[in-house]
């Protein structure tokens, strides 16, 4: 899948992300979608890199994939930034 449709992945699964993880994030909606775009990037590559298959078109294994990777770099800047 291109670069541009995990970007569009990032944005859904970073509001996503969001509302399971609600609190008060520094820097508001506008970093939680940038979390939410690269989040949906490494949640790609790492499930390519880990052997989960190649992530090809739009299905819930990716989009999965793209959630975690938006949880875990959100959980990441919340411990930074508290």
């Known amino acids: 899948m291109g670069i541009l449709s995990w970007i ?5 699964a970073g509001a996503l992300a969001k509302w399971i993880m609600p609190g008060k994030d520094p820097g508001g909606w506008i970093v939680t979608s940038l979390i939410g775009i690269a989040g949906g990037v490494l949640g790609g590559w790492l499930g390519t890199f880990l052997g989960f298959g ?10 999965g994939l793209a959630i975690v990777g938006s949880l875990v770099l959100l959980g990441g800047y919340r411990m930074l930034k508290s």
């Open 54 to 63: 190649d992530v090809s078109g739009f299905n819930l294994r990716s989009f």
């Open 8 to 12: 569009v992945f990032g944005l859904i």
